[in-house]
Every structure is written in C-alpha cells, then in structure tokens.
C-alpha cells in the first residue's frame, strides 16, 4: 500500500515538526495570517492598531504639555486621551477573548490533523500489511514483531511503519542540525585563522617611524 506508507511518513514528518517548532509560534502564525484575511477580526485588528498610535500620540501630546500653563489644551487632550485608551482597552479585550478562542479551536483541528489521525490510521488499518517481507530472510520472532500487533506474519504493521518513520525523521533532523553546527563552526575557525594570520602578518612591521641614531655617539671639537 504505497500510498499509505507515504501518508504515514509525512505524517510522523509533520508530528515532528509541529514539536519541533511549538504549538505556540504555529498558532501565532496563524493568528497573523488570519489577520490578514478579509473578516471582521482584521478590521478590528487594524482598529485596534490605529488605536494605540492614536493613544501614544495624545499621550506625548500631554507629557510636552503642561498642564498649568496649558490647562484648556492639555484637558482637551486628557480627553481624547481618555476616550481613545477607553476604546482600545475594549478593543483589546474582545479581540484577546476571540484570539483565546481561536487558538483553542486550531489547537483541536491540529491535533485531529496530526495525532488523531495517527490513531486513526493505526486502529482502522492495524490487521492489515503495509507491505510483505521475503520469506524466510528473517527469523520468525522478528516477523512477529514486524506484524504487531494484529498484521499477518511476515509482514509490517502500521503501528511498526509508523514508529520507523518517526525514528528516521528525528536521526535525519539531528543529522542536518549536526552538520549546521559543524558548517558553522567551520566557517568561525576559518575566520579566526585568517583573522590571526593578518594580524601575525602586521605584527613583524614598525607602528612608527623610528628616528636613525648615529654610530659614533659624541662627536669631539
């Protein structure tokens, strides 16, 4: 069943990048994506933008006011001030309850797209083979274990596909963060060598120019 056994690779691929990068970053993302979308919820979310510029305007219009000398000037703009940060708090707060219910409700889709379709895959396709071994090429209490927990012997189960896919997903993402690490570092050594060798290379020169001393010390009348 090829195409199950790639959907169950990109499946444990996705597992292991969901845990990888966060369920925190990937619902921000999300967050910021929908905002740009053409729904109520963006117009609130330029609202609420307009809004804080609007609020830390007045609120520097007032701080180089005083209120003193300026007294009808500065209360106009200790109401406006007032109302606008009334009006963003509000804003604020509704767009902090449906944002709240947003990431509940991605929270929910991703795990049903991730692990709950993993465990659906696993009990609806648990007795069947994903693909069969040659006979004989291995002992049979290994065939058994391909087939856990319900597949017919000598053959691989999906529970035993799946738990290789995830194994070489995360020794191929150690793999390519090793050889980052190692390119990285490459590249600092490479730099600092270079960065001594210029200097070794201006250390032998003289910082200034020193002034030619005569050999014959005093010269005597």
């Known amino acids: ?52 510029r609007e609020v830390v305007r007045l609120q520097r219009e007032m701080n180089s006011t005083s209120s003193q000398d300026e007294f009808a000037k500065w209360a106009k703009l200790r109401r ?40 659906f895959l696993q009990f609806w396709y648990s007795s069947q083979p994903l693909f069969w071994l040659p006979k004989g090429w291995i002992p049979s209490y290994v065939e058994w274990i391909l087939a856990f927990p319900r597949a017919p012997t000598g053959s691989v189960s999906i529970q035993v596909w799946g738990v290789a896919c995830a194994s070489v997903v995360r020794l ?36 200034g120019n020193v002034p030619a001393t005569g050999g014959g010390g005093k010269k005597e009348l």
């Open 1 to 52: 069943m090829p195409p199950l056994l790639l959907l169950v690779f990109f499946l444990q691929l996705a597992i292991h990048l969901v845990n990888t990068v966060g369920a925190g970053a990937i619902n921000d993302l999300l967050w910021i994506l929908y905002s740009k979308l053409p729904t109520s919820t963006a117009a609130d979310v330029r609202s609420q933008s307009t809004l804080r």
């Open 172 to 207: 191929a993402a150690a793999a390519i963060l090793a050889g980052r690490f190692m390119v990285v570092e490459k590249t600092s050594t490479k730099e600092k060598k270079q960065a001594i060798q210029i200097e070794g290379r201006n250390g032998g020169k003289p910082k």
């Open 80 to 119: 406006q001030y007032d109302k606008a940060s009334g009006e963003y708090d509000q804003k604020a707060q509704s767009l902090q309850t449906f944002k709240a219910s947003f990431d509940s409700t991605v929270g929910v889709l991703r795990w049903l797209g991730t692990n709950g379709l993993r465990f």
